[in-house]
């Protein structure tokens, strides 16, 4: 599982996907750090939000269809486009 780190305001995570669902719920993205473990890697900085550990375990644990994590696919699409632009921004 990538790496996942909290303190008071801040939420880091290495994982692409988890970043674009967490987005779309709401949290801000912060920054992006490069990985000190792995330069190919890079870590995702979130702004917290109280319900972050709720939104994590139904992405992780919700039935199949369960309306917690159904999300409207353009909304997807639009997250994606956006992260992987800021995400290229910060290779170069």
Same mark, same amino acid.
């Given at each position: 599982?990538?790496?996942?780190?909290?303190?008071?305001?801040?939420?880091?995570?290495?994982?692409?996907?988890?970043?674009?669902?967490?987005?779309?719920?709401?949290?801000?993205?912060? +920054?992006?750090?490069? +990985?000190?473990?792995?330069?190919?890697?890079? *870590?995702?900085?979130?702004?917290?939000?109280?319900?972050?550990?709720?939104?994590?375990?139904?992405?992780?644990?919700?039935?199949?269809?369960?309306?917690? *994590?159904? *999300?409207?696919?353009?909304?997807?699409?639009?997250?994606?486009?956006?992260?992987?632009?800021?995400?290229?921004?910060?290779?170069?």
């Amino acid at each position: 599982m990538p790496s996942q780190k909290t303190n008071k305001d801040l939420y880091y995570t290495s994982s692409f996907h988890t970043t674009i669902f967490l987005m779309i719920h709401g949290m801000i993205l912060v +920054s992006i750090q490069p +990985s000190s473990n792995n330069p190919n890697r890079s *870590v995702f900085v979130l702004k917290d939000i109280p319900n972050r550990k709720d939104l994590l375990r139904e992405l992780n644990f919700a039935k199949e269809n369960s309306p917690s *994590v159904l *999300v409207d696919f353009r909304k997807v699409v639009a997250t994606t486009k956006s992260l992987k632009e800021k995400l290229y921004q910060e290779k170069f």
